[in-house]
C-alpha cells in the first residue's frame, strides 16, 4: 500500500513538474526577447541562478515553492518592468504574493554579492585603465571615477515620513553613484533618505574615508558644484576668469557627464527604478543594490536594451546649493590642473 501510495504521488507531481517548466520563460524565448524582458542575456541569467541557488532553493514538496530560476526570472521582470505584482504574476503564472516573495528574497541575495560586482580600482593596473578611459574623453587627467548622487522615488514610509521627503517633493532615497567612462558603477550607497544632500553622503561614505586617510592616492574624482572642493574631489569654477579656466570647466563637464549617463541608463533599463518602487526602505535599498549589480553585468557584456537611446539621460538630475565650503588644498590642486593641462 505504501508503494502504491508513493507511485500515485510521484505520477500526480509530474503534470506540475512540466507546467513549472511551462511557466519559466528561459524554456521558450528567444535569445532577444529574454534581453528585451529581463535585461540580462541567458547566459547571465545562469550565472545569477547559480549565485542564488544554495540560499533560496527550497527542497519540501509541502511548500510547493518555486523553482530558482522561475524566482529570478520574476524577480527579473520587476526590475526590468517595474510593473505591478500582480501582472507580472499573471505573466508567469504565480499568486501576487510569489512575486513578492521572490523579488524579496532574489534582492536579498542579490545585495550580498554587491562588492563582488561593484568594486573601486585599487590596484596601480586597474587605476591606470581608468584613467586612460576618462582621458579618452575630453583629455582630462588623473580621473579615477565620476561622482553624483540621484533620487529613487519610493513608496511613503511609515516611520519617519518627513526625513524621505527629497528636494523635488516626493518620498524618496538618495543615491551615491560613483562610475567609470564605461557606465560601469565603482560604488554606490543606497541607504540615506532623499532629504539628505549629497556632500553629506559624500563625507560619511567609505570612499571619502579612503581618499582622506590616504588609502586612495594619486588620482581625482569629478563632482558637481555642490560637493567641496578637496585635492581628490575636483568641481567646475563657479566664475571662470581666463580661457583655461573655460577650457577646465568644458573638460570637466564633458568628463563628469558619465554619471549623468550612467544613471539614465541604468533608470532606463530597470525600469522598476524610473517609476519608483512600492516597497520599503529597507527593501528598496537591496533592489536599488541588485539592479546595480545587474547594471554593471549587463554594461560589461554590452547588452542592448531598446528603452534606452542618447535623449534618456536622467532627467532629475540638476545641482544643489553648494553645502560645504571649498579647501585651500582642493582650490590650489584645482588650479595645478589647470596651468599644467589646460593653461597651453
Not at 75 to 92: E, K, N, P, T
Not at 281 to 308: F, G
Not at 314 to 327: F, G, L, R
Amino acid at each position: 500500500m505504501a508503494l502504491i501510495l508513493m507511485l500515485f504521488q510521484e505520477n500526480r507531481d509530474v503534470p506540475r513538474r512540466l507546467f513549472g517548466d511551462r511557466q519559466n520563460s528561459l524554456d521558450f524565448l528567444s535569445d532577444q526577447a529574454i534581453v528585451n524582458d529581463y535585461r540580462l542575456d541567458r547566459e547571465s541569467i545562469f550565472e545569477i541562478c547559480n549565485l542564488l541557488q544554495n540560499d533560496i532553493s527550497r527542497i519540501t514538496r509541502r511548500s510547493r515553492a518555486l523553482p530558482v530560476s522561475l524566482q529570478t526570472m520574476v524577480a527579473l521582470r520587476y526590475y526590468a518592468s517595474g510593473s505591478y505584482m500582480s501582472v507580472i504574476g499573471d505573466a508567469h503564472g504565480v499568486s501576487k504574493m510569489a512575486v513578492s516573495r521572490a523579488v524579496r528574497d532574489v534582492s536579498l541575495i542579490l545585495s550580498r554579492h554587491a562588492r563582488t560586482y561593484i568594486k573601486f580600482p585599487l590596484t596601480d593596473q586597474e587605476q591606470v585603465k581608468v584613467k586612460q578611459d576618462f582621458f579618452r574623453i575630453r583629455g582630462f587627467p588623473n580621473v579615477l571615477g565620476a561622482v553624483d548622487g540621484s533620487l529613487i522615488p519610493i513608496h511613503t514610509p511609515s516611520v519617519e515620513e518627513h526625513l524621505y521627503v527629497c528636494r523635488k517633493g516626493f518620498h524618496a532615497l538618495n543615491i551615491q553613484g560613483i562610475c567609470d567612462a564605461n557606465y560601469q558603477f565603482l560604488n554606490v550607497v543606497a541607504k540615506w533618505p532623499g532629504c539628505t544632500h549629497d556632500s553629506h553622503i559624500w563625507n560619511n561614505s567609505g570612499v571619502c574615508n579612503a581618499f582622506e586617510t590616504g588609502q586612495i592616492h594619486n588620482g581625482y574624482l569629478l563632482g558637481d558644484s555642490g560637493y567641496g572642493l578637496r585635492p581628490w574631489l575636483l568641481t567646475p569654477k563657479l566664475a571662470p576668469a581666463s580661457p583655461a579656466d573655460r577650457r577646465y570647466n568644458v573638460a570637466h563637464r564633458a568628463t563628469r557627464c558619465v554619471i549623468e549617463r550612467t544613471f539614465g541608463i541604468w533608470k532606463m533599463r530597470f525600469r522598476c527604478l524610473f517609476k519608483g518602487l512600492t516597497l520599503s526602505p529597507e527593501r528598496s535599498t537591496r533592489v536599488i543594490m541588485s539592479t546595480a549589480l545587474l547594471h554593471n553585468i549587463c554594461m560589461k557584456k554590452q547588452l542592448p536594451c531598446e528603452d534606452v537611446s542618447d535623449e534618456n539621460d536622467d532627467p532629475e538630475e540638476d545641482i544643489q546649493d553648494q553645502y560645504q565650503p571649498d579647501s585651500q588644498s582642493g582650490i590650489q590642486a584645482r588650479e595645478n590642473v589647470i596651468a599644467t593641462t589646460f593653461g597651453q
